[in-house]
């Protein structure tokens, strides 16, 4: 039942190292079954009441199929857009849930007069559902809500309403419970839209399924009527409108023409006609000049050049009478050189000969002369009939330019009647296209399928709905006993005491059934499970420091009622039953309960007269126990005294060590840590200490405030003492070796309990 250790041992590892402890976990819910189950039954009671009072709810569905009207081809990125991203359908969606279709449905399928969406009709059995008594807006009655119009002001304001106003708030009414009731939805990647309706009538849903599609095309249809004929009108409006302009634009044409003589096909094209002749002729006489001054600059540059090159001039060459005065030069020159052979340069037929030679090259000299004359009178003849054609160009370009000034407006009102007349004749065209289609519009929808009447409700799956809600009421006890033992301050287990504290558990001190005190227990039975724990303890203190000879030993807590009294009766008592002499210490001087539990006088000197008498014996203070065999000395009448100051004097631990000389156990019974410092001064004189935690009870938090103090002052702390164990919920919580306690009934025959 015990758990000791050396000092100096260390610690067991963390939790965090050891594996997830599922069996502890489910230890601690078989533990727990019975609240599990309890609340396990309680909220399926409670579920089935729920389930069975649900409405049953059927659902009906239809199909309707959008832009079936539409049947040319269109491009692959119109196509994409359309039907895979659907905005066309999204549009008819939210057509589909509008207030206005809706309060259409509403009142064709009079559904006013069905208490499932007027609930003014709903009797007073309608309301005996739990969810209906659950729901705060069922408690206000009806009347109250249709009296009360709204805030004004920040002041609510109570206004009678009328006939009119209420059957208004009662359509208001009905469209939000329809439309609270009716899913639609698009089917992806097509231009299908799924219509469904819930209601607690099977047939009510069938007709609402079937009535909706029916009335969206018939609006739809409505609505194309109506824009036609405004359209229809609109054109006619615009068609009187626009041949007014038409006329009132030609007839601006025809007088502006008159008035400034600019008749079609006259005079303009005549002026026309004579400006690009002039142009053309012009054009023509500039090259013709431009080529005679070319031909007269080249005869001219070959004269400059010794006259040696102008024969080949074209000019030259194709003038017959120079060829006619080359060949005859060419015959006087062969008959010079014939005569050169025979005679000399000075004979008279060479002579001859020379003369005619040079008579036959002036001519032609003066021939060429002739021909130079001729291109100059034609580069002269060019540049004047340039001139002229100059003149006469930039007169008819005058003549022009007033005649296309006064054409500027003229052409300006021409566009202007075009203009309109195109307006006019597109209009008209419409007009007619609008007047032939006019009540004959085809819906752009249809009914896919229409919806049946539902055989069985939608909602609820009353079988699945209460198995999830016991389900659920399991998953929250479960959740609950975790929180419970999760939210528990105390301890409940050696290893949780070494892991929250970081120290020893020694010793495990069953709880003592019955009235009987424990340290009568121990007396009227020695032989009982209980005894033995205290053996064990007795057994592990010895163990904490084997190689010391521990004799003066202080028992304190926390806080009170953690049972350190009834611990400190109960050792001595087995120690005393061993044959040690034992004196106990009566050190709380605050709240001593000591003489209480033993029936001692409560008057009987004891601690602080000793310390305040002069002399040095200690035995007129002390008091024997003859049921237990124990030595008291209690804690005194003298009350006033400093319990720190009488602590911390050297006669008290001159009596310690006194007592540790007249006795084999001096166990001091101290107050608790964290009341008053007197224990952390009693740890410095003892031998051990040893802390008392009372199971399921002491707050981790203030044991592992009290053990920093005692720590600090140095106290030797033999290790802690778990007391008060329930050993049935211990055994069943699974903590370490809880589970030897689990069958402790079974061991039974061992013990006189």
């Known amino acids: 039942m015990t758990s000791a250790s050396p000092e100096g041992a260390s610690l067991p590892e963390s939790s965090a190292s050891e594996p997830f402890p599922l069996l502890d976990y489910l230890q601690l819910l078989w ?55 659907g905005p066309e359908a999204l549009e008819e969606v939210e057509v589909l849930k509008s207030r206005g279709l809706s309060e259409k449905v509403i009142e064709r399928l009079d559904l006013l007069s069905h208490p499932e969406f007027n609930p003014s009709l709903r009797g007073a059995d309608s309301g005996f559902s739990l969810a209906y008594w659950i729901d705060p807006r069922h408690w206000i009655p009806q009347s109250w809500k249709d009296g009360w119009r709204g805030a004004r002001d920040g002041e609510l304001i109570q206004v009678p309403p009328g006939e009119e106003e209420l059957e208004r708030r009662r359509m208001v009414r009905a469209v939000d419970i329809y439309l609270s009731r009716l899913s639609v939805t698009p089917v992806e990647f097509t231009d299908i839209i799924q219509i469904g309706f819930r209601s607690a009538d099977p047939r009510v849903a069938a007709q609402v399924a079937n009535e909706l599609p029916e009335a ?51 005079r303009g094209d005549i002026l026309s006609e004579q400006l690009s002749s002039i142009n053309s002729q012009l054009i023509i006489a500039r090259a013709e000049r431009a080529e005679a001054e070319a031909r007269l ?21 194709s003038s017959p009478l120079i060829q006619e005065m080359r060949s005859q030069e060419a015959a006087v020159m062969r008959r010079q050189s014939e005569l050169a052979v025979e005679y000399g340069p000075k004979h008279p037929r060479m002579l001859q000969v020379d003369a005619e030679l040079g008579d036959i090259r002036n001519r032609i000299g003066e021939e060429i002369q002739k021909i130079i004359t001729g291109l100059e009178n034609e580069v002269e003849v060019a540049r004047t009939r340039e001139a002229s054609l100059g003149s006469s160009l930039r007169e008819a370009e005058s003549r022009s330019g007033a005649q296309n000034r006064e054409a500027v407006q003229l052409r300006a009102l021409e566009r202007e009647a075009a203009a309109n007349r195109a307006l006019f004749e597109t209009f008209l065209g419409r007009f007619k296209e609008s007047s032939s289609t006019e009540g004959t519009e085809t819906p752009d929808a249809r009914i896919l399928s229409r919806a049946e009447i539902p055989g069985s409700p939608s909602w609820p799956n009353r079988g699945r709905m209460l198995a999830t809600i016991i389900l659920l009421g399991f998953v929250g006890a479960c959740a609950l006993v975790f929180a419970l033992h999760l939210l528990s301050p105390g301890m409940f287990s050696p290893e949780q005491v070494e892991q929250e504290l970081g120290m020893h558990a020694i010793g495990v001190l069953p709880r003592v059934e019955g009235k009987i005190p424990p340290h009568q227990h121990v007396i009227e039975k020695d032989n009982s499970g209980y005894v033995e724990a205290v053996n064990s303890l007795k057994i592990a203190l010895q163990l904490s420091d084997p190689d010391a000879r ?52 409560a008057d009987a000197a004891g601690l602080t007269d000793y310390m305040i008498a002069r002399e040095d014996a200690v035995e007129p203070f002390l008091l024997h126990h003859e049921g237990s065999g124990l030595d008291i000395l209690l804690s005194g009448d003298a009350r006033y005294v400093s319990a720190s100051d009488l602590f911390a004097s050297k006669r008290m631990r001159q009596l310690i060590e006194r007592l540790k000389q007249d006795y084999d156990y001096v166990l001091v019974d101290a107050p608790p840590v964290m009341a008053v410092a007197d ?73 006189n309990s």
Do not use: C
């Open 297 to 317: 600059a080249q005869v001219n540059r070959l004269v400059a050049a010794d006259g040696g090159g102008v024969e080949t001039a074209g000019e030259v060459l």
């Open 31 to 85: 533990f727990r079954r019975r609240l599990i189950v309890l609340v396990t039954l309680l909220v399926a009671v409670v579920g089935y009441l729920h389930v069975n009072q649900l409405t049953s709810v059927y659902t009906a569905r239809s199909s309707l199929m959008i832009g079936v009207h539409d049947s040319r081809p269109v491009d692959l990125d119109s196509m994409l857009y359309q039907r895979y991203f």
């Open 550 to 601: 521990i004799k003066a030993i202080q028992v304190t807590s926390s806080v009170p009622e953690e049972g350190k009294t009834s611990l400190v009766l109960t050792l001595g008592t087995v120690l005393a039953k061993t044959g040690s002499r034992v004196i106990i210490v009566d050190g709380d001087l605050r709240r001593s309960s000591i003489e209480k539990k033993l029936e001692l006088p």
């Open 216 to 266: 969206f095309i018939t609006d739809k249809l409505e609505a194309k009527l109506e824009a036609s004929e405004r359209m229809s009108g609109w054109l006619a409006d615009q068609l009187a409108e626009l041949e007014r302009k038409v006329r009132d634009s030609e007839q601006a044409v025809e007088m502006y023409r008159a008035e400034h003589g600019l008749t079609q096909g006259a």
């Open 679 to 751: 224990a952390r001064v009693i740890g410095t004189i003892v031998d051990k200490t040893l802390f008392v935690v009372r199971w399921d009870k002491t707050p981790r938090k203030v044991a592992r405030a009290a053990l920093d103090q005692l720590r600090k002052s140095g106290t030797d702390i033999a290790g802690i003492v778990l007391q008060q164990v329930d050993l049935k919920r211990y055994g069943r919580l699974g903590y370490g070796d809880s589970g030897y306690y689990y069958h402790y009934g079974r061991y039974g025959q061992y013990y």
